[in-house]
Structures are given as C-alpha cells and as structure tokens.
C-alpha cells in the first residue's frame, strides 16, 4: 500500500505558531525550517537504484562446527524508493513550544547480484526536525527503520553540505572485544587467499576482491574517482551520538538472548549518506552511502557493513 499523494496530518487542537525565540539566530534557523520543511532531505526524493557491496558476520551455531562464525559476503544490487512528503508532523511540547516535523517515508530492497537472491527489506522513514530550544539543539536529521529479522533502529544526527567531492574514510570489518574497539581480531574468513568453508564461496564471489573485504569503502571511493562532483550533501546519522540525547537500537527476544547472552544482537548503528551533484547536473542525482551496524555475539563486536552507489532514476 502506498502513502497517498495528498496525506496529511490533522491534529486536534492544531499546532499552535511557536512563540518567537529570544535568539536572533534561533528566529532565523525556524523561519528557514518553515519555508522548507524537508530540508537536507529535499534532495532523496525520487526512487534510486544502483550497486553495492555487503558484509556481515553471521553467528554460526557452536554445535556441532565449533565455529561461532560465518563471514557473508555479497555484491549487490539495490532499489531505494522515498516519498511522497509528510509535512507538518506535529510533536508537543511540555518543556518547549509544540514543533512539527517533516519527512519522506522510503522503502530499500536489495538482492545478490551472483546469486539473483533477495537479502534486504526494510520500510522506514526519514525526518527533519526545527531547532530546539529544550533540549537546545539545532535542526536534525533522523532515520527510522524496521528490518524483518527482528531489529528497529532510530538513529539521528546533522546535515551540512559542501563544495565538491565527498570526504569517504576507511572502514574494517575487524571484529573487537565489545566496548573495547582497539582490540581488534584477525581471522581466516577476512583472507580471500585462504581456503574455509566458512565463507562466501564460488559464484558468489565473483567481482570481490581483497581490497573490497579490507576496506568496504573502497567500493564507494572508486565509483567516483572518474567523476566531477560539484557539490555534496551529507547526512550523517547514528544510534548513540554522544552530542544528541536519543536514538537507539531494539531487538526481539531470539536476538537479544537471555543468561547465556545474545545470539546476535544489533547494538549500535551508524550511517553517513552523500547526496551528490555531478558536473552539469542542477541538483543531486547520485545517492552514496556507508553503513556500519555493530552485531554482538559471543563476547564480540562483529561489523556488519552495507555501502552502495545509486543513480536516480525518476
């Protein structure tokens, strides 16, 4: 079912006009966010589709293999569809004037390209939030997603934009002593060179390569090493940040786990996405995006890692 073109929210009694703040700029920053409400998200509308790369650490049961791991890899192929707008999504307020949001709901598929098999679901939404004054914080982004496996995440963050190219770093899919990210782990599944039935393997290999497994990122980086980019969006959202109070991740029972611990449990999530605009291009039409979530099991974090590049197609 689809969101009707012409939905929109009716709360009684209606969101009142906020007072005017006291701070020029806070005037300034809600006076922008009404003229336009999306925001840094104006620019996911439209559906998008492309191709990626995918890692994930799965749990492997310990009986009978003694092996709690299998490491998946996948390239993939992707449709990621937002819209239409919800606007003026009200929120009261007790400590604070009432607010409204905005948004794009979406929905992200995406298969094996070796394999031609389905691996990921996940409706969700996208929303921007005003500047607030309780708590004091300037104009957010935020991500709302539910994922079939038995996962929601909330995380949220900022947007800025910048002349040119995006700023892409490196990333691993080390494994690490959980609450201690330096101790890292190197095991045989992460070399392609060494044989192990706990891995991808044939068909489903093809086009990956060492420098993909090292760097998930790389993927991203040599996607546009040939192109122009004039101009770049970027919104960069996660489960835990510490300069924001919310966002976080919930599990069902299977996954979270009881006295023995959890058989996979997502315990954070963090996301950058780079909205792109090409040379001749008036507005972005290359989506690109990294994502790490963090799988605890078995007394460590295990990096599951999603990147792709995505053209818009309408």
């Known amino acids: 079912m689809e969101l009707a073109a012409d939905f929109v929210f009716g709360p009684l009694p209606p969101i009142e006009e906020p007072a005017a703040p006291a701070a020029t700029g806070e005037a300034v920053a809600l006076a922008a966010a009404a003229a336009d409400p999306l925001g840094p998200l104006a620019g996911l509308a439209g559906t998008w589709a492309g191709r990626g790369f995918n890692v994930i650490w799965r749990p492997h049961p310990l009986k009978p293999s ?9 390239v993939t192929s992707e449709q990621l569809a937002f819209g239409p707008a919800l606007k003026d999504i009200p929120n009261r307020g007790l400590l604070q004037p009432n607010i409204s949001l905005a948004g794009l709901n979406y929905l992200q598929q995406i298969s094996d390209d070796n394999t031609s098999t389905n691996q990921h679901f996940e409706p969700g939404l996208w929303v921007t939030a005003p500047t ?13 997603a539910s994922i079939p496996h038995g996962t929601t ?52 290999l093809t086009g990956v390569t060492q420098r993909m497994v090292n760097n998930p990122n790389t993927v991203l980086r040599s996607a546009i090493a040939s192109q122009h980019i004039t101009a770049t969006t970027t919104l960069h959202v996660s489960s835990r940040d510490a300069a924001l109070p919310g966002g976080g991740t919930a599990n069902i029972a299977f996954l979270t786990g009881a006295k023995d611990g959890p058989n996979a449990v997502a315990a954070r999530v963090t996301a ?39 053209k818009k197609q309408s």
Request: proline letters at 8%.
């Open 66 to 74: 003694g092996q709690d791991r299998f490491l998946e890899l996948n």
């Open 272 to 310: 950058t996405f780079w909205l792109e605009t090409l040379q001749g291009d008036a507005q972005p039409r290359q989506l690109q995006y990294s994502q790490l979530v963090l799988l605890n099991f078995n007394g460590l974090s295990w990096p599951h890692i999603t990147v792709a590049t995505l």
């Open 153 to 204: 995440i909330l995380v949220q963050g900022t947007a800025h934009a910048s002349a040119g190219r995006p700023a892409i770093p490196d990333v691993s899919i080390k494994p690490f002593t959980i609450g201690n990210p330096a101790q890292t782990f190197d095991f045989a599944e992460q070399t392609l060179a060494t044989p192990t039935q706990f891995r991808t393997s044939g068909a489903g």
């Open 132 to 144: 607030t004054s309780d708590p004091k914080e300037p104009r957010t982004v935020a991500r709302l």
